[in-house]
């Protein structure tokens, strides 16, 4: 799968896409909703990871505009949070998040879901990060 992750912090990005690597996917990093955005235009994604707060247009304005554009609009969310993903539920966009985890991530947690969205599907013949 070629898999988008969207996060401010950089620690972050590098974690993650070492995790998705090694499942055998491909990871593309953008370091906030504007620059996911276009990335996401031009890339042809299964997944996005998002992050929910960040500079410049956070996750929850970042999986609308996804979500309201043809070519992504049925590309998969997983949604990371600090606030507890409890209290998304009370947003209106909850609906928005196909899958909803915590930070600080728990490694065997994300690999699980990760695995949920991808099936079986690993390609392991191309491994790269496109930052």
Do not use: C, R, W
């Not at 955005?37 to 247009?57: C, E, R, S, W």
């Not at 998040?97 to 695995?115: G, W």
Request: glycine residues 6%.
């Amino acid at each position: 799968m070629n898999i988008l992750v969207v996060d401010d912090n950089k620690t972050v990005q590098e974690k993650l896409a070492s995790l998705i690597m090694s499942q055998g996917h491909n990871v593309d990093l953008a370091i906030n909703g504007l620059d996911a955005l276009g990335k996401a235009q031009q890339g042809n994604y299964q997944l996005f990871v998002i992050d929910h707060l960040m500079p410049l247009m956070n996750g929850v304005q970042l999986t609308k505009n996804l979500k309201s554009n043809q070519l992504s609009s049925s590309v998969p969310v997983f949604f990371m949070t600090t606030q507890g993903s409890h209290s998304l539920k009370e947003l209106a966009e909850f609906n928005l998040f196909d899958k909803v985890i915590d930070k600080p991530i728990n490694e065997d947690q994300f690999l699980s879901i990760l695995s949920e969205f991808s099936g079986s599907h690993f390609d392991s013949a191309t491994l790269q990060v496109n930052s």
